[in-house]
């Protein structure tokens, strides 16, 4: 079993940034901490950005050059940079991790971009 535990989200103008955590927890060992995707309400989650396991970073497109994603592996945890936001960007963002050929996902953090 793999937890995973998002953080940082929250309410930020057109233009703000915010820094999203996400700490991972239970059986590590064999787990591997992709990255991060969201969902707009009425929407289907979609990918932001994640790490192959071959040390690649892939970005999704409406990302250009606003969003970095880097990773702490000892401390188990991965982060998401986002400047530059929008209100397109409002979503519920998720972390993701592969465990035993499972997906696992976090509970989600709120990013609300509004003036």
């Known amino acids: 079993q793999v937890q995973l535990v998002e953080s940082g989200g929250g309410l930020v103008q057109p233009g703000g940034s915010l820094r999203l955590s996400c700490v991972a927890s239970?059986?590590?060992?064999?787990?591997?901490?992709r990255g991060w995707y969201r969902q707009a309400p009425g929407k289907q989650r979609e990918l932001v950005t994640i790490?192959?396991?071959?040390?690649?970073?892939v970005y999704a497109d409406f990302v250009k050059g606003r969003f970095t994603i880097s990773r702490d592996n000892t401390k188990n945890t991965v982060y998401l940079q986002m400047n530059s936001l929008t209100p397109e960007d409002t979503a519920v963002y998720y972390c993701?991790?592969?465990?035993?050929?499972?997906?696992?996902w976090g509970q989600g953090t709120q990013v609300t971009v509004s003036s």
């Open positions: 790490v192959t396991r071959g040390g690649n970073t």
């Open positions: 993701n991790a592969i465990h035993n050929g499972l997906n696992y």
């Open positions: 239970g059986s590590i060992v064999s787990m591997f901490l």
